[in-house]
């Protein structure tokens, strides 16, 4: 074997890093904002929010995809609204399997960042009140930093995740080399090919290391973060 | 003046209590833990609601239900030491300090960094993180902080709970000096009485969400309802005096109160300082004649002007030349001498037993002693 990655893993390890990132991005700031809200406004429909949430954890990922089509596809409610207004098409495309990525972790992601938000001492933003601190100032000076390992582990814990996710993503952005054909659809198809063992076990391993990295990170990245904000 | 009338209703707990108190000053509330202290500073921060109410800081309003009026706390420029310091874990000393400071921009300026990092002793603790600090650190950087927010009023939530007990005496000078220095009313939260003898010129006696009496801590010394909280041991009249000689040789001090002179044991207070002492009851004896040939500094002529009993034996106030002393005697005592109000006695105290501290409140005296020695 000259080489361990060859062409094809490359552009899959490349589609999987991209679709990851831009999932976590784009779910990020929705995220650190559910798990605020779920964590700490008394709102009548909460519980509805909650599960609504985590709905994606217990769905079939295929069945989310297909609704994503039902919605954003071209003649979707929002993807036919999206494609006259921006000339943004989300089915079968890069961005599409991105978002798909994106729903599929938010669970994920928002567990992680719920955590922090309710480990966070309520009475340190009863302090920065009397000292003068306005809503937002104290979210942006006291209970964002102090979420910060909660919304890191969520982020790398998410990203991890996102570089394998399978189902949601062949629904929605279809299985297209070069475009939404990641590692795990790479594998799939090297699966369903009678020459492709080879390439399908060194796409196997090549995703075992990757996750096992990125809880490695998220682990270490997390310790050092606390350490920084003061909780050793 | 700080004006309360508050009342708040909960299943578990309901608060209904009223007291207006001089400010500046340090305004002490005590009482037994759930006596609705806390709960009574928290709805002066703001942080909680009264059900209605009014309160008041001197002509300006803070909340008053009748009105729909309800200032945010982070508006009212109330300084808030919580028990458990509080500090923000993710900032150093010098950025907890400097939060509320940042804040205040608008606000009249009382006191500025370099001042308040040289009032507290905190330079070598700039840099630090809170995990870094011992627990008497902690509320001095506490102190600091709230101070620095340019506070109108500055509230204590027991500041010192959280404190080893020798560890106080790190916090407790500071607060001293604070009120000699500063003319920053205070609001004192304590279940300790010995914090309030050193520090307090006013005095609500809270107990189950009540108001159960409240006044100077002089007059308040005096009355049964603080003995029964303070416990037997600890009764005993505070007088607040000037003094008038200086023994440094014997370590003597001779005190102004009311008409008359005490001697004291206490140095470090110059000529002329004021100093607030205790006499605990228990320390006190009473004569009929004027005694001779006794080491007691103290024999003072006075009059009865009551006499209660309880289980502890029996409880005698004295008129000392217009102070007043309560003496503990045994009920076999008070049979043999036959006391009863408008009697005429001898009041006898030894200088070392009584407790006599600098007490420079209201500022413009001069401070006796250093303050944090």
Known sequence: MNGLLGPPELEALRLSLAVATRSVLFSLPLAVLAAWVLARVRLPGRWLLDALVHLPLVLPPVAVGYVLLLLFGARGALGGWLHAHFGIQLAFTTAGAALATAVITFPLMVRAIRLSVENIDRGLEDAARTLGAGALDRFLSVTLPLMLPGVLAGAVLAFAAGLGEFGAVITFAANIPGVTRTLPLALYTAMQSPSGDALALRLALLSFALGLLGVLAAELLVRRVRHLIGRP | ?373
């Not at chain 2, 001042?115 to 509320?139: D, I, M, T, W």
């Open chain 2, 1 to 373: 003046m700080l004006q309360v009338s508050v009342i708040r209703r909960r299943p578990q707990f309901s608060l209904e209590a009223s007291f207006a108190a001089p400010a500046p000053g340090v305004i002490a509330l005590f009482g037994r833990s759930g006596s609705g202290k806390t709960t009574l500073v928290n709805l002066i921060a703001g942080l909680l609601a009264p059900d209605s109410g009014m309160i008041r800081l001197g002509s300006d309003t803070l909340t008053d239900t009748e009105a729909g009026l309800s200032v945010p706390a982070q508006q009212r420029r109330i300084g808030y030491v919580f028990q458990d310091g509080r500090l923000f874990p993710h900032l150093t000393v010098a950025a907890n300090l400097r939060y509320g400071l940042k804040r205040a921009r608008q606000a009249p300026r009382i006191i500025g960094f370099e001042e308040v990092v040289a009032l507290l002793g905190l330079e070598r603790l700039l840099a630090r993180r809170p995990y870094q600090l011992s627990g008497g650190e902690v509320q001095r950087v506490a102190l600091g902080r709230a101070l620095l927010a340019q506070p109108r009023l500055l509230l204590l939530d027991e500041p010192l709970a959280s404190v080893d007990l020798p560890r106080r005496e790190e916090v407790l000078p500071y607060l001293e000096a604070l009120r000699d220095r500063l003319a920053i009313p205070m609001v004192y939260v304590s279940h300790q009485f010995e914090e309030v003898v050193r520090l307090a010129t006013y005095l609500v006696l809270l107990e189950g969400g009540r108001v159960l009496a409240q006044g100077t801590l002089g007059e308040m010394s005096l009355r049964p309802e603080l003995q029964a909280i303070v416990g037997p041991d600890m009764v005993g009249a505070v007088l607040d005096g000037s003094v008038t000689r200086v023994d440094a040789e014997n370590g003597t001090t001779d005190l102004a109160v009311g008409a008359g002179t005490l001697q004291v044991s206490l140095r470090g207070a110059p000529l002329g300082a004021r100093v607030r002492l205790q006499v605990l009851a228990r320390d006190v004896i009473l004569a009929l004649q004027p005694v001779q040939g006794l080491s007691v500094r103290n024999a003072l002529p006075g009059t009865v002007t009551r006499v209660t009993s309880d289980e502890f034996g029996a409880l005698v106030t004295m008129d000392v030349g217009g102070a007043a002393v309560l003496a503990r005697i045994t009920h076999a005592a008070l049979a043999a001498l036959q006391l009863k109000p408008g009697d005429a006695a001898w009041t006898l105290f030894k200088a070392v037993s009584t407790r006599g501290r600098a007490f420079a409140f209201p500022a413009g005296g001069r401070a006796a002693g250093d303050p944090a020695r």
